[in-house]
């Protein structure tokens, strides 16, 4: 019997913006785990990684078996989003019909989870540590962008919602399980059992990334939320603003 299938192995499938890499560093904190990162995901400007990457993305069931026979770990993941693959679906069931758990990570706040996301590319500024100070930088954010970004995020939440119809997934909500770090240890706690692994205390060095308020960080605010006004996206308008 190979030594992959004497462990326990999971798929952390995963929105972004949702606290994706705070869970991970959680659960790499426990001895027994561990959980790469987005395995098929290369970076578009080193040649040597993208040729490879084309290689795995042929076989990337059998790619990420031979992660886990290489891990010295007990219990083994890796994380996956949907745009990662043409058809993550076929993977995901592929995986999940011989064995493997499914840890979906979401977050509920739609608006939220596109602001997250356009400030990380306009600044760069992705995630934070404890020893890292957040920036006090000011940025403005088009209609046309924040309409793109809403779009697009619906559409993969239920392309999502597709690929794990019929698959029993253990859901972590960002809201509800990894926003508030009071929340981690009934969290963690939750997942290790679900995993297999004796409960331990484990703690992580991620802080929210923007402290402030989005109104405070995007200059144009108000007036994104104007715009909202009369779309398929107007109940997402805080109270305060829909009157006005």
Known sequence: MSLSMNKTKFILFVQGRSGSNLLRDLLNAHPDIQCD???????????????????ILKIPAS??????RLSKQNV?????????????????KQLYQSGWKIIYVSRNDLMA?????????????????????????????????????????????????????GIKAYHVIYEDNLQDKADWPNTTHKLFEYLGVDPVPVSSTFQKTYSRHYSDIINNYDELMDSLKNTTYQHLIPDQFKAL
């Open 63 to 68: 790619f990420v078996e031979s992660r886990c």
């Open 76 to 92: 083994y993941g890796f994380v996956l989003m949907d745009y990662h693959l043409k058809n993550p679906g076929v993977l995901i």
């Open 113 to 165: 989870q596109c602001f997250s996301n356009l400030l990380a590319q306009k600044t760069n500024h992705w995630h934070n540590r404890s020893n890292k100070l957040e920036a006090t930088y000011k940025v403005k954010i088009t209609k046309e962008e924040l309409l793109d970004e809403l779009n697009w995020w619906v559409a993969r939440k239920k392309n999502e919602e597709n690929i794990l119809k």
């Open 37 to 55: 990162s987005e395995l098929f995901k290369a970076d578009p400007n080193h040649i040597t990684a993208q040729k490879i990457n084309k290689i």
